[in-house]
Each structure stands twice: as C-alpha cells, then as structure tokens.
C-alpha cells in the first residue's frame, strides 16, 4: 500500500516550458486535491476534484490546469510556466466518508522556474 | 472568513524539555481540527485530529492536543521532547463535514529546532 505518490520528485522548467505532475493514490479515495506550499504561507489549494471526471478550481488556480480521468489519479498541468510558480507542490487524497475527511499527502515535488 | 493562526513561526526547546504549539482558529462552528508535521524534504504526517468529543486527544509519536472551544484554540503538546521531533508542524481546521469535498485551512506552520 503506497499511499499517495507524485512524479517527479524534482523539476527545473524554464519561463513559458509546459509540464504535468501526476498524483496517484491506491486508497480509493473519491477527493483529490492539489496545493502549493510557499514559505510563510502554509498550504495553499490549487484545484480539487470530487470524482473522476471532475474538477473544481481552490484558492490559487490561475495558471493550473487538471484532470481526472481515473478514480485513482490526479494531474496537475502547468501550460507556461512563470517564476511565481516556483513552489512545492503536494498532492492529497481523502475519503467521501463522513467519518474519515483527513487528507493523505504525497512526498511533494519540488519545481523551479527560470 | 475562516483563518487558522500559528503565532509562532520558530521555537527551539532543548532535548527533554516539553513543548506546546499554538493554534487559533476563526471559525463560525466547530470545526473539524488537525495537527499535520512535515520533516525537511518530506510530505505532511497526520499527528492528530479532533471531530467531537473528548477534548483532549492523543496522537502518533507521543502527541496530545486539546481543543478549547471558548478560546477558538486546539494547541499541540508533547510532555518531553526527541531531538527527531525537530521539523515543522502545521494546523489545519476544516469545516464540519456537510457532503462537499473537504476543504483544509491550514495555518503557517511553526517550526521546531531541539537542541541537544
């Protein structure tokens, strides 16, 4: 049981490159979620998804797209990439159930933008 | 708007010593309360959580929080302290479950150095 895992660990794009983070999780979890984490700042909420198929913008969205086609995975895209997007990125899953709303996360993955 | 405060942003203790981390939080209700620790280079660790009942409640790695409802406070504790607890620890309050996804705020985070 792996929990939640992310690729790449590490990432170093240039201003304007594209890139995709992918999620995944064996939990079977129906709530996926991505933030960013910035010093001082704590955890912010990019997007999240409810199920497979959608998704919903959070806190930070601009400049973020994502998608959920399976159940078990959660892709974070970054279309042109800006210095203000240097950041750790970690992905987190939780459960539907009422009794169980913690989030799981993943190691995280460090991007930096030139 | 609901917010969680860490007033401290660093604390250093020494080896043995015991520990308590702060956490306010503003919120209409009661909320669903978390203590996540994150050590360098590492995810974050869920420590404890506290949904209803007892105020007080433990968690991994010898840790116990309790809430206060008329302070709008759910502080972290440990009575002696492992030179391995050294990393940073972060509050989160989420509202009471109602259906939709599950909306984590989380605080700054604290950071604690132990000092041998």
């Known amino acids: 049981n792996a929990g939640v895992t992310q690729t790449p660990k590490f990432r170093v794009l240039k201003t304007g490159q594209s890139m995709t983070l992918l999620c995944a999780q064996d939990?079977?979890?129906?709530?996926m979620y991505w933030y960013r984490q910035d010093p001082g700042m704590g955890l912010r909420l990019i997007h999240y998804?409810?199920?497979?198929?959608?998704?919903a913008k959070g806190e930070v969205p601009d400049g973020y797209n994502v998608s959920r086609l399976k159940k078990q995975n959660f892709l974070l895209g970054l279309e042109s990439a800006a210095p203000s997007q240097t950041s750790v990125y970690f992905c987190?899953?939780?459960?539907?159930?009422?009794?169980?709303?913690?989030?799981?996360f993943g190691p995280g993955t460090r991007l930096t933008v030139l | 708007a609901q917010s969680v405060t860490q007033p401290d942003i660093h604390i250093t203790v020494s080896e043995g010593a015991s520990l308590e981390l702060r956490c306010n939080y503003s919120?209409?209700?009661?909320?669903?309360l978390f203590w996540y620790v994150q050590s360098p280079g590492q995810g974050l660790q869920l420590l404890l959580k506290?949904?209803?009942?007892?105020?007080l409640v433990q968690g991994i790695k010898g840790f116990e929080a309790e809430f206060k409802r008329s302070q709008s406070s759910f502080n972290l504790r440990k009575p002696s302290v492992h030179w391995s607890d050294a990393a940073e620890y972060f509050c989160a309050v989420a509202p009471s479950f109602s259906g939709g996804y599950n909306k984590l705020i989380f605080g700054a985070g604290t950071r604690l150095a132990v000092h041998p």
């Open positions: 506290y949904f209803s009942g007892d105020t």
């Open positions: 919120y209409g209700a009661t909320p669903y």
């Open positions: 987190a899953s939780s459960s539907a159930s009422t009794s169980r709303p913690e989030q799981f």
């Open positions: 939990m079977n979890h129906e709530y």
């Open positions: 998804s409810v199920g497979e198929g959608t998704t």
